[in-house]
């Protein structure tokens, strides 16, 4: 069954920064290349980047609409096989926290810490399910 169209415009939104932990042994780099679906295929052959992972995740769970629109930015990039320990994204997501402090009102929730829950998203690890 076919779902409504997601319309990002409907829902309040914030800039935030992403710490992002991730094993780079099965990704081309951080960086998302030719190939990678988040930079459009274009007739390249496929690639596996913990960028576009990202993206993925991030658009299936509705954060963002796209990576054109989230007004994207990186700190950083890693080679083939690199692992890295906070790497920094920024980008605008769709958000309900209703907090003038971000940072102490998502570590107040207790729970996982946005760097793991980050570190799950890029890597596919347990409890992150594609």
């Known amino acids: 069954k076919a779902g409504a ?4 415009a409907r829902w309040a939104q914030r800039d935030v ?14 960086a998302a290349q030719p190939g990678d679906a ?19 995740a991030l658009e ?22 690199v692992s890295a320990l ?3 994204v920024g ?3 769709r958000s309900a926290l209703r907090c003038d402090d971000a940072a102490v009102c998502c570590s107040s929730h207790g729970g996982t810490s946005r760097e793991e829950e980050g570190a799950a998203v890029a ?8």
């Open 38 to 56: 988040s930079c459009g295929n274009n007739g390249f052959k496929p690639v596996a980047t913990v960028e576009g992972r990202l993206f993925e």
């Open 91 to 93: 980008l605008r997501v």
């Open 17 to 30: 920064a992403l710490w992002i932990a991730y094993d780079g042994e099965a990704y081309s780099g951080f």
């Open 123 to 130: 890597t596919g690890a347990p409890g992150f399910e594609s």
């Open 60 to 81: 299936k769970c509705r954060l963002i609409e796209s990576r054109a629109t989230c007004r994207y930015s990186r700190c950083g990039r890693t080679d083939r096989g």
């Open 86 to 88: 906070r790497q920094v």
């Open 5 to 8: 169209p997601f319309d990002m």
